[in-house]
């Protein structure tokens, strides 16, 4: 069967909210998505604190193809395929490292750190000096940076990251930025295989905050029993029109970090008030989100009792139609205390890892349904329900830039991004589309506020607002 852009339009009907579960199992649409969306958008590589040096390098995938992403001499990072062009061996099987050449292990060819090809095993014996080393290098990947992130795309023909990322850059920022000394990825990289198609975490990652109450109500348990998600004061959910996806708070909690000294809660208190101060007060900072199609996380935003002064960040690679790898790294400002730092590498290991008491839940859930849908005949063939808030959506918010949705709980950003998905998958063309001209005019508007309002910095593990005590 070869499917047409009418088949597919026919199983996402993102404007009426209905979704066939078609799209998590067939096997010709996976392969179309390694094409379509993963052969066409950016794609996250690696953060710059895990490539400092020149030779550094880390090794990942863009959709199901292995890739090496390199620090130059020079400082610039490169990044290539990672398969040799003599048998399409892997020239570097290693997580990371610090290395002068790739060799293939296979047959012996040697690339440089630009990828290459430097010499070969007999060489002059047996190509009798007729093999063009210049055209036989490993297939380089367009790589671009915003603000220590890279990301790379096999499309030539892509517009700029940043158009890419378009108005969510604003959302960004306050992650990113937090601090003028930047932004560092924490040492260790948690890595897990999950039974299930990877638009699942995508739509999840990008805005599901409905999920949390019931899901994680063993593990979360009394933190479950007042969700701010559902004020429509502190819980906003986006839409971007790019496919980007994110529910978040606009209040920042301050914090205490249990068991640790008055040094590190006066810096995490001072770290709300110099955020509030560079990027407005009201901008939203906490949450979840998803940068279409597999690049996603929780910035500031804590399910452990302890501070929400860590950003987790998630890349899913898709290993076929029912399975996907998640990849989990640990991000703060560089200039957090030494001995807080370790101690949220345990923390998040313990709530948010891949037998973290909070991950398991949704790991058990997306295991459910692959087996429904791989093994079932008739569950594959009803549509789902993907209507949540249609119709209460903002299109043109005063205070934000994407699409709006002024509560915690609805499915906007899972519209937006399963409309993005389709406009890839049915488009020969690069699906240009614009962004938002009035985020300079948001930005500004945010920093009026900041120096109008003073800031006050609020604990998350005792804070209750007024609102839940009439409930």
Not at 386 to 405: A, K, L
């Amino acid at each position: 069967m070869t499917l047409t852009n009418h088949d597919l339009e026919e199983m996402v009907d993102w404007q009426n909210g209905s979704l066939s579960p078609e799209i998590f199992t067939n096997e010709e649409i996976y392969r179309r998505e390694l094409e379509k969306v993963f052969g066409r958008t950016w794609l996250f590589l690696a953060h710059d604190s895990l490539i400092p040096k020149p030779g550094d390098f880390f090794t990942t995938y863009m959709g199901a193809d292995p890739v090496i992403v390199a620090r130059q001499r020079d400082g610039s990072v490169k990044a290539m395929l990672n398969s040799c062009r003599h048998r399409g061996m892997m020239v570097c099987r290693a997580e990371e490292g610090n290395m002068k050449q790739f060799t293939c292990p296979y047959h012996g060819w040697v690339y440089n750190l630009a990828g290459e090809l430097t010499s070969a095993p007999y060489e002059e014996e047996v190509y009798h000096g007729k093999l063009d080393k210049s055209k036989w290098g490993l297939r380089s990947i367009r790589v671009e940076e915003y603000k220590g992130l890279y990301f790379g795309n096999f499309d030539d023909d892509a517009p700029p990251l940043v158009d890419y990322l378009g108005d969510f850059t604003y959302y960004m920022d306050t992650w990113l930025d937090a601090s003028d000394g930047g932004m560092e990825f924490l040492p260790g990289i948690i890595k897990w295989r999950v039974p299930g198609n990877w638009k699942i975490i995508a739509e999840q990652s990008g805005g599901d905050a409905y999920h949390a109450a019931v899901t994680h109500a063993s593990s979360l348990g009394l933190l479950m029993a007042y969700d701010p998600a559902l004020e429509n004061e502190y819980g906003h959910l986006v839409g971007s029109r790019q496919g980007h996806g994110f529910a978040f708070f606009s209040e920042m909690a301050g914090g205490k970090a249990a068991g640790m000294g008055p040094e590190v809660t006066e810096w995490l208190d001072n770290r709300v008030r110099k955020m509030e101060e560079k990027h407005g007060r009201g901008r939203p900072i906490g949450g979840n989100f998803t940068i279409f199609p597999n690049f996603g996380g929780l910035p500031n935003l804590s399910n452990e009792p302890t501070t929400s002064a860590r950003t987790i960040f998630r890349v899913w690679h898709p290993k076929g139609p029912n399975e996907f790898e998640a990849w989990e790294f640990v991000a703060v400002d560089k200039s957090m205390p030494q001995e807080l730092k370790d101690e949220l590498i345990t923390r998040v290991s313990f709530a948010e890892g891949a037998a973290g008491v909070v991950e398991m839940d949704d790991g058990e859930n997306w295991a459910y349904v692959r087996d429904i849908l791989e093994n079932g005949y008739q569950a594959r063939k009803i549509s789902w329900n993907m209507q949540m808030g249609m119709g209460t959506e903002v299109w043109e918010h005063d205070e934000y830039p994407g699409h709006i949705q002024n509560q915690g709980f609805g499915e906007l950003p899972a519209r937006a991004i399963y409309r993005r998905w389709l406009e890839f998958m049915t488009s020969e063309e690069w699906p240009v589309v614009q962004s938002d001209p009035r985020v300079p005019e948001f930005v500004e508007r945010a920093k009026e506020r900041a120096k109008a309002s003073p800031t006050v910095i609020r604990d998350r593990a005792t804070w209750v607002p007024e609102t839940s005590a009439d409930a």
